[in-house]
């Protein structure tokens, strides 16, 4: 595991907070615009790859982890927007099991996120009543950043509204082996016969047992790829890329992506 060295995190963060320039003064849910007040969703679990921090950083000539606190700004902004337009679920891919071979400054950073916005904007998550979920090896993430999630999670369990899912210290391979570990064990155990396992059951094992799978997965940044997201539940998803990058990706940009979603005909492999 990465050593985490705190005390450059927070000078390092409270100089990013010094040099944005676009604030975060108006809280996580505020004030609705005309167009996302007139517009409602059919797509219950949306989906999010969250990419181009760092590009957009270094597009401005700032450190990439500069384009991280503006990434997580936007997280603010996009949960704000889903739940007013009625998304049930929204999983935000966060933070990769490959993303551990990044530097270790940026990786330090990127560990301190999850909290800040955790102690930040608990209060407005509990207010709009959004329960806080997380998928992914929570084992596998340093102390501070484990307490903070789970204090989270512990906090919004009550909550019955939207669903806010990060994918932290997340990949859908190691879920696959995982969820398949478990049936091998059930099997040997006698919990449940070889005959039964089929598609249902196996999804039942996974981090997303209770959780319908997206309609819609979206990646920022004009990449085209899932980078190891989701990949049993992304079977029937529509992708739509959009080439901007994550910290530009407003709400009004979202809402424009939904409505090319509504526009399509999910077949599911018919006509």
Known sequence: ??????????????????????????????????????????????????????????????????????????????????????????????????????????????????????DNFLPDLMKNNIKVRVIGDLNGLPPHTKCAVQNAIDNTEQNSGMQLIFALNYGSRHEIVTATKKIVNDAFDSKIDIQDIDEQLFATHLFTHDIPDPELLIRTSGEQRISNFLLWQLSYSEFIFVDDLWPDFDGQKLIQTLKQFNERNRRFGGL
């Open 1 to 118: 595991m990465i050593k985490i060295q705190s005390y450059e995190i927070h000078a390092t963060y409270d100089k990013i907070k010094k040099i944005s320039k676009r604030g975060d003064s108006m809280g996580l849910f505020s004030k609705k615009t005309s167009d996302i007040e007139s517009f409602h969703t059919n797509v219950k679990h949306l989906a999010i790859i969250m990419d181009g921090n760092g590009r957009w950083a270094t597009k401005k000539k700032m450190p990439r982890i500069k384009g991280h606190y503006e990434g997580m700004q936007n997280v603010k902004k996009i949960t704000q927007t889903c739940h007013d337009i009625g998304v049930e679920y929204l999983t935000l891919y966060a933070f990769s099991t490959e993303n551990w071979k990044r530097p270790e400054q940026e990786v330090n950073y990127l560990m301190k996120l999850p909290g800040d916005f955790m």
